[in-house]
């Protein structure tokens, strides 16, 4: 029977270096691999952005579905320079995009983002708070009211379930980072030298639409009252959403940014205000004559061919003309 072998000082020193050295490697790669997991849903690049002013920027997004393609990204986030620091409008669908925006502003300036406004409820456009609020916690997100007044757990988590689901899971992650003050219609709110007009039409593309006029730089906001090349059911109302337009383009702006698509002059909302007028005044001539949404929609498929290749037009064109005619059969009794 042999003698246990006795490990001698120097031997044991040795072994125990090996041992930490193979821990701290073994925690050193589980590290690497959890950041892997966690950067994983980060934007794979980020999109230009566009200089509409000596003082605005937009990124504009994508206007296809969110996909693992755009990571869930598809709107236009704003940026406006001010004496005190950078506002952001929209700051997109997840953390990730806010986070991209975040690198985009720092790009171009060494302020801070003191300020974010969300045009509307709609996840696509104000789930990216978290990314900036990660960034900088200090600065002040606002909205309308019926926004602020929301769930935002909720209503994000309705909105991040799509989102993942659509592009398998690069929303992943993030978390409903809602509003801190709520503005009204007529309201400016000054940050720095900028004052940032506040109209607020009441219902149109949604129940909680605002507008966001700089008129230092005559740059207005529209938020999903206006898009181009991407077109969706989530309208409230014709009647208000036209109105809200209109409004829009009397305020004095001459740059126009809309939720989607690209911005530009009187253009872009001009073209957006001419198919919502002209599925409503079909629905409304087809409702006169007895027929019904169903026997509607030929004629105003026909009427708005000229969309036909916008993003989502097959899948929302019926939508839109059965809300277009539920409206117009309230206000026609």
């Known amino acids: 029977m042999k003698a246990n072998?006795?490990?001698?000082?120097?031997?044991?020193?040795?072994?125990?270096?090996?041992?930490?050295?193979?821990?701290?490697?073994?925690?050193?790669?589980?590290?690497?691999?959890?950041?892997?997991?966690?950067?994983?849903?980060?934007i794979t690049r980020d999109y230009p952005m566009h200089k509409l002013t000596a003082?605005?920027?937009?990124?504009?997004?994508?206007?296809?579905?969110?996909?693992p393609g755009n990571q869930a990204f598809r709107n236009n986030p704003g940026i406006v320079l001010t004496s005190e620091g950078v506002v952001v409008i929209d700051p997109g669908s997840t953390a990730y995009v806010g986070e991209m925006v975040v690198r985009r502003v720092k790009a171009i300036t060494d302020k801070p983002i003191v300020a974010v406004?969300?045009?509307?409820?709609?996840?696509?456009?104000?789930?990216?708070?978290?990314?900036?609020?990660?960034?900088?916690?200090?600065?002040?997100?606002y909205a309308d009211s019926a926004m602020k007044e929301m769930n935002a757990h909720d209503e994000g988590e309705m909105w991040l379930?799509?989102?993942?689901?659509?592009?398998?899971?690069?929303a992943e992650g993030t978390?409903?980072?809602?509003?801190?003050?709520?503005?009204?219609?007529?309201?400016?709110i000054k940050i720095g030298d900028t004052e940032f007009h506040i109209l607020r039409p009441g219902a149109a593309h949604s129940n909680s639409d605002i507008m966001v006029y700089v008129p230092a730089e005559k740059v207005l906001f529209f938020g999903d009252i206006v898009r181009d090349g991407l077109l969706g059911p989530f309208l409230s109302s014709f009647k208000g959403n036209i109105e809200a337009i209109d409004r829009g383009l009397a305020c004095g702006a001459t740059i126009f940014v809309p939720g989607h698509g690209r911005s530009g002059d009187t253009t872009v909302a001009k073209n957006y205000r001419q198919f919502l007028h002209t599925v409503r005044e079909q629905v409304r001539a087809g409702f006169r004559e007895g027929a019904s949404d169903f026997d509607v929609k030929p004629k105003v498929e026909q009427s708005t061919?000229?969309?036909?290749?916008?993003?989502?037009?097959?899948?929302?064109?019926g939508k839109l003309v059965n809300i277009a005619y539920l409206e117009v059969e309230k206000e026609e009794f």
Do not use: C
């Open 117 to 141: 406004f969300n045009s509307h409820a709609h996840g696509d456009h104000w789930l990216g708070n978290e990314g900036i609020k990660l960034a900088y916690p200090r600065a002040v997100i």
């Open 55 to 67: 003082n605005v920027y937009v990124i504009q997004g994508p206007t296809e579905q969110p996909s």
């Open 175 to 188: 978390h409903a980072v809602g509003v801190d003050v709520a503005v009204r219609d007529g309201e400016i």
């Open 161 to 170: 379930k799509a989102f993942n689901d659509l592009s398998h899971g690069a």
């Open 5 to 42: 072998k006795t490990i001698s000082g120097p031997q044991q020193l040795i072994l125990a270096v090996w041992y930490f050295a193979a821990v701290l490697l073994l925690t050193t790669l589980m590290m690497n691999m959890s950041g892997a997991a966690e950067s994983s849903h980060a």
């Open 305 to 317: 061919r000229a969309f036909s290749k916008w993003t989502e037009y097959k899948e929302s064109i």
